[in-house]
């Protein structure tokens, strides 16, 4: 087992190192002698208007934690290749909630990361950051919308405004998302103070494990911190709107080669479940919401209550999985193929530039042959295929909600793949 000591001393962070732990400085920048990450965050903290809740910043730090043991454990270290056994300590202003629901965070990230946790809280966590002099008015803001750049998030911007809500944009900006996020959330009118964007910027002396199977959790984590600075006369339980098409959401292994962890369990509905039972227990009065669960990529953007603005913006917004590599979607990985196909679907034209113009021309046609082995096996029984990404809830109803979502999402899938492959 990897043993972390996550604190914001770096005398107890160093001397962590001598018991065996990996010693990480939470708010810290890393150095060769202390791993670290979160020190981005601290300086966008104080440009809020209103102070979190201690917390939801307890949280935040337990988050950045987990991103810590996400980043700096390695999985080829493990026995399988893959299944790590993390030990993680971590300092908090309040370990009392926390404490008592350590085996219920244990088993969500065991779903969310395929890995074996063991977690203990203890006291003198790192404080609230003091505010700056205020540099804008109050957003007014009545809700949170947890914006990554993609077309989901976009359009869930989008029908949030046309609908007269005033939403506080949150985005974890890892390296080349925020440009793309400022961008979109610059044309959109939108201004600073209702946008919080922060890198967690985990470093150390070694290479990070890439896996990154943990970073909706300090995602949610950071919505987290937002809404709790959002204070309602009219409800006790703020809104964080999770705009996600539900394909993609339980993002069912197209192949058995994608089992299990193997495939990303981000906004999995069996996840947000977890999450949101967690926040209860604590005491932090956060609704989460995806109001796409029921709907394919395809279908948001038919439904989109601002289709001029779409059809504008969309360009702008990022769905590949490698895009950092060469600086534009590739057109062929699975969420690409969810993205063109789901333009295809609506009937609304496709302005993004990918790097393979037709499917055809692909030189790893692996994503484009999982879709058609699957439409061939799963569309059939899809109720079956979908427990294969994890547990269902128990209303059959819902159930079969889903299964409808997955079914639809899969055929809009393949009828463009099918078209534009041969």
Known sequence: ?????CTPSPARAKKSKKSGHVPVLLYGVGTSRLAGLGHPIVEECRRL?????????????????????DSFVKRTDAADGWTREIGLTVELLNPSPWQQISGQLEQTLRFLTGDIWQIKFETRGAPIP????LRWKDAACDCVC??????DSFIGVLDLTAEGRTPYLVSCAYPKDAEKQDLIVGQLGIKKDRHFSANPDPRWEHDNDTSMRARSFLFLALGVLIASTIRSKQTKIVDMYLPENGFISLNVPLTDRRIGTLTTRTTHPHFIARVEQMLSAVELNIRIVNPYQFKTKGEMIGGCKEPALLKKLSAGTVS???????SQQCGRCLPCLIRRAAFNSAKVNDPTDYRFKSLSKADDPEDILAVRLAALKMRADPEKWIRRSGPLPVDGSVRRELASVFQRGLTEVDNYVSKDFA
């Open 130 to 133: 003091s505010l700056k002099t």
């Open 320 to 326: 590949c999985g490698k895009w950092k590599r060469t």
């Open 1 to 5: 087992m990897t043993r972390l000591f």
């Open 49 to 69: 208007t209103r102070a979190p809740s201690q917390r939801a910043w307890d949280f935040l730090s337990f988050a950045l934690s987990v991103i810590a043991a």
């Open 146 to 151: 947890l914006f990554s750049g993609g077309l």
